[in-house]
Nanobody, 124 residues
Framework: QVQLVESGGGSVQAGRSLRLSCVAS?????????MGWFRQAAGKEREAVAA????????YYADSVKGRFTISQDNAKNTVYLQMNSLEPEDTAMYYC????????????????WGQGTQVTVSS
């Protein structure tokens, strides 16, 4: 069964932190090589935030979040995390977890499986 479930979103003030979690079903985690986080703000296109290749642990980040966000994994729990520090109002968006195969990490078409999303709202 394919399943990705995000949690950890919420409303915070600028400068604060949140940690998002994405729990994958065992099957999903088994068939994916890359787990990513995307976000979509109101009226904007979905954009890649970060990704991790689960086999190697290699990580990738959008320039807008480098130095503030950290993606990590716990393979024993089939879980990927996104630690978000120094949040800014511009980070306000629905955040989606995605799983996929090889390719360009920031391309949505790489990902076969998507969660339902968790909302992050940052106020100034």
């Amino acid at each position: 069964q394919v399943q990705l479930v995000e949690s950890g979103g919420g409303s915070v003030q600028a400068g604060r932190s949140l940690r998002l979690s994405c729990v994958a079903s065992e099957y999903t985690y088994m068939v994916t090589t890359c787990m990513g986080w995307f976000r979509q703000a109101a009226g904007k296109e979905r954009e890649a935030v970060a990704a991790i290749y689960t086999g190697t642990g290699s990580t990738y980040y959008a320039d807008s979040v480098k130095g503030r966000f950290t993606i990590s994994q716990d393979n024993a729990k089939n879980t990927v995390y996104l630690q978000m520090n120094s949040l800014e109002p511009e980070d306000t968006a629905m955040y989606y977890c995605a799983g996929g195969g090889g390719g360009v990490w920031y391309a949505p078409t790489l990902y076969n499986y998507w969660g339902q999303g968790t909302q992050v709202t940052v106020s100034s």
